[in-house]
């Protein structure tokens, strides 16, 4: 069995931690060995970045600041975690990775695509998702369904104007790399989004000949 690494990206809001927890399930079934984590985060030095990354009271960090910051937790997941766990025949499951400083820093932000990948390049070390999961629903609509008010942490409380440039900037990614980023319709119920997904996995499982 082969190790991979699969990646789940979209708007916040768009119902991805419910399904990755469901994705798990699935591949152990399966008999995977499965590996979870998150960006920015999943290390001890990567959960501390998160905290001064997502902190409300951090409102107007320098743009570069971040982009940086995103990237330094990318840096130390890749190689503490990502590149041992797929080399030990893992399944990496990661909840956002490079796609989302492409949408919300390259796009969101305006710093562009070309910045994104160069500050990146040093903290991916080559390593890049098999397969990334594009949960699709726009800010509006995440909008429309929400239903807690809970607090928002330092980039959902961002202008709706920042969201949509994000939304249009994962549209964009998942253009321009169709054969990795596979695009789910998240607007429907949580079974039929899983059916959806079971889907992807499967052929993707199957083409990959991984089992
Ligand atoms: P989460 O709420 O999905 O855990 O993600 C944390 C926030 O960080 C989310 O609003 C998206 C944002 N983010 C970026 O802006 N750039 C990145 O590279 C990553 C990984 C997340």
Same mark, same amino acid.
């Given at each position: 069995?082969?190790?991979? #690494?699969?990646?789940?990206?979209?708007?916040?809001?768009?119902?991805?931690? &419910?399904? &990755? %927890? %469901?994705?798990?399930?699935?591949?152990?079934? +399966?008999?995977?060995?499965?590996?979870? &984590?998150?960006? @920015?985060?999943?290390?001890?030095?990567? =959960?501390?970045?998160?905290?001064?990354?997502?902190?409300?009271?951090?409102?107007?960090?320098? $743009?570069?600041?971040?982009?940086?910051?995103?990237?330094?937790?990318?840096?130390?997941?890749?190689?503490?975690?990502?590149? @041992?766990?797929?080399?030990?025949?893992?399944?990496? /499951?990661?909840?956002?990775?490079?796609?989302?400083?492409?949408?919300?820093?390259? #796009?969101?932000? *305006?710093?562009?695509?070309?910045?994104?990948? =160069?500050?990146?390049?040093?903290?991916?070390?080559?390593?890049?998702?098999? /397969? &990334?999961?594009?949960?699709? $629903?726009? @800010? +509006?609509?995440?909008?429309?369904?929400?239903?807690?008010?809970? +607090?928002?942490?330092?980039?959902?409380?961002?202008?709706?104007? #920042?969201? %949509?440039?994000?939304? =249009?900037?994962?549209?964009?990614?998942?253009?321009?790399?169709? =054969?990795?980023?596979?695009?789910? %319709?998240?607007?429907?119920?949580? *079974?039929?989004?899983?059916?959806?997904?079971?889907?992807?996995?499967?052929?993707?499982?199957?083409?990959?000949?991984? /089992?």
């Amino acid at each position: 069995m082969k190790g991979f #690494f699969i990646t789940v990206e979209g708007m916040d809001g768009c119902g991805k931690t &419910t399904q &990755t %927890n %469901n994705m798990v399930e699935y591949l152990k079934q +399966q008999g995977f060995d499965v590996v979870t &984590t998150r960006e @920015p985060g999943g290390t001890r030095v990567g =959960e501390k970045i998160r905290e001064v990354l997502l902190d409300p009271g951090n409102k107007g960090m320098n $743009i570069v600041t971040e982009l940086m910051l995103y990237a330094a937790a990318r840096a130390e997941l890749v190689e503490t975690l990502i590149k @041992p766990a797929v080399e030990q025949r893992k399944v990496v /499951l990661c909840d956002r990775f490079v796609d989302s400083s492409i949408a919300y820093q390259g #796009f969101g932000r *305006n710093l562009g695509i070309k910045a994104v990948e =160069e500050v990146n390049s040093h903290a991916m070390q080559g390593c890049k998702p098999d /397969l &990334t999961l594009f949960f699709d $629903i726009s @800010p +509006q609509e995440v909008v429309i369904r929400k239903t807690r008010s809970e +607090q928002e942490d330092r980039i959902e409380s961002e202008a709706i104007e #920042f969201h %949509n440039r994000v939304y =249009e900037g994962y549209l964009k990614v998942a253009e321009r790399d169709k =054969e990795r980023v596979k695009m789910i %319709n998240a607007r429907k119920s949580v *079974n039929e989004v899983f059916d959806e997904v079971k889907k992807c996995l499967d052929l993707f499982i199957r083409k990959g000949r991984y /089992l």
